[in-house]
T-cell receptor, first 114, second 113 residues
Framework: DTAVSQTPKYLVTQMGNDKSIKCEQN?????MYWYKQDSKKFLKIMFS???????INETVPNRFSPKSPDKAHLNLHINSLELGDSAVYFC?????FGRGYGYTFGSGTRLTVV | KQEVTQIPAALSVPEGENLVLNCSFT??????LQWFRQDPGKGLTSLLL?????REQTSGRLNASLDKSSGRSTLYIAASQPGDSATYLC????????????FGKGTKLSVKP
């Protein structure tokens, strides 16, 4: 009965590869997000997405692209991986912009690029 | 610029102490503020959510307060236990496009037996 689930939990890959991280929420929320937690543990928004609009943080390289097959899923595709992409990536969801019940986060995907 | 600051960055206390974690934020026009806990190598667990119209929220030994006018929130932990050791994150929802949580850098708490 996990609310926001991400797979895989760990991902080790070589520079230059393309990889995807999957996220699913069963809360019926209307918006999903991807956050990046860097080596200093600081969390920053990468994308927010609902069935109407994709908002991209302008600092995110265009090698990163979110893809949503339906409102319960938001996958993150990363092309041409670089060493600096190593981080923990968190998926989250909310309803009505998080006004009522706040945000719910997944358990994270630790990406290591070697 | 909307920013969230948490002080102290790290805190070590003996078991049983009451403690306060601080969070300050620029721009008082917030929707709500959420406190999270993160254990090493784990995800974020929501502890308390305070709406902009509320002054405080309580859950068990945790009490969070909100003073929008001064841009401050505190998380009070009563009778701390070693199991409370974790990083505590304050996040402010400023609304905007799709809503967007702005996080502080966290306070790493260590409760020693």
């Amino acid at each position: 009965d996990t609310a926001v689930s991400q797979t895989p939990k760990y991902l080790v890959t070589q520079m230059g590869n393309d990889k995807s991280i999957k996220c699913e929420q069963n809360l019926g929320h209307d918006t999903m997000y991807w956050y990046k937690q860097d080596s200093k543990k600081f969390l920053k928004i990468m994308f927010s997405y609902n069935n109407k609009e994709l908002i991209i943080n302008e600092t995110v390289p265009n090698r990163f692209s979110p893809k949503s097959p339906d409102k319960a899923h938001l996958n993150l595709h990363i092309n041409s991986l670089e060493l600096g992409d190593s981080a923990v990536y968190f998926c989250a969801s909310s309803q009505n912009f998080g006004r009522g019940y706040g945000y719910t986060f997944g358990s994270g995907t630790r990406l290591t690029v070697v | 610029k909307q920013e969230v600051t948490q002080i102290p960055a790290a805190l070590s206390v003996p078991e049983g102490e009451n403690l306060v974690l601080n969070c300050s934020f620029t721009d008082s026009a917030i929707y709500n503020l959420q406190w999270f806990r993160q254990d090493p190598g784990k995800g974020l667990t929501s502890l308390l959510l305070i709406q902009s119209s509320q002054r405080e929220q309580t859950s068990g030994r945790l009490n969070a307060s909100l003073d929008k006018s001064s841009g401050r929130s505190t998380l009070y932990i009563a009778a701390s236990q070693p199991g409370d050791s974790a990083t505590y994150l304050c996040a402010v929802n400023y609304g905007g496009s799709q809503g967007n949580l702005i996080f502080g850098k966290g306070t790493k708490l260590s409760v020693k037996p």
